[in-house]
């Protein structure tokens, strides 16, 4: 999911963890002087990821923060906010599916070219079970202990089961 760096302005949108690695991005196009506008939407300020940080950086100015909890003026009019990008302007969008469906379907029907578009899911299609999963083994490099991992687990759920401790958000959904 790499910038188009020759493109003469860029757009980033982030759903929220969408915003790693957006605000990557961001960082960069700030770095480099390239003219970018950031939009960052997520459900509550206690859910959003790097505010302080984003709040903190030099190019906080190009940012605009929206919450779903707050006031309806202040929420991500995703029409409205591709209608005021700069002509030419690549659109880099990152989050949830829903929210990377709604931003590349209003950027479709808005006429915004294939080649401008740019986007980054975190997840690929569960495939589910097959008749030929087998299990393995993982090994714990600092202990030396070896955890076996049935077909029907994962990785996180074989290692918890057998008590080691983890520290991890990807089964919040944060």
């Known amino acids: 999911?790499?910038?188009?760096?020759?493109?003469?302005?860029?757009?980033?949108?982030?759903?929220?963890?969408?915003?790693?690695?957006?605000?990557?991005?961001?960082?960069?196009?700030?770095?480099?002087?390239?003219?970018?506008?950031?939009?960052?939407?997520?459900?509550?300020?206690?859910?959003?990821?790097?505010?302080?940080?984003?709040?903190?950086?030099?190019?906080?100015?190009q940012v605009q923060l929206h919450l779903d909890e707050g006031p309806a003026a202040q929420r991500l009019d995703i029409a409205a906010v591709l209608a005021a990008a700069a002509p030419g302007a690549h659109l880099y969008v990152c989050g949830p599916k829903g929210f990377m469906d709604a931003v590349l379907g209003a950027a479709r029907a808005a006429g915004w070219a294939e080649a401008r578009l740019h986007w980054e899911f975190f997840a690929g299609a569960d495939a589910g079970p097959r008749a030929d999963d087998g299990g393995f083994d993982v090994k714990i490099a600092s202990s030396g202990r070896v955890i076996p991992v049935r077909p029907e687990q994962t990785v996180v759920q074989a290692l918890a089961a057998a008590g080691v401790e983890l520290m991890l958000s990807c089964e919040q959904g944060v």
Do not use: D, N, W
């Open 1 to 61: 999911f790499e910038l188009a760096l020759k493109a003469p302005a860029h757009l980033l949108l982030a759903g929220g963890i969408g915003v790693t690695p957006i605000l990557s991005m961001a960082e960069r196009l700030a770095a480099t002087q390239a003219p970018f506008a950031m939009h960052y939407a997520c459900r509550s300020a206690e859910r959003m990821a790097f505010a302080e940080r984003i709040r903190g950086a030099a190019f906080a100015p």
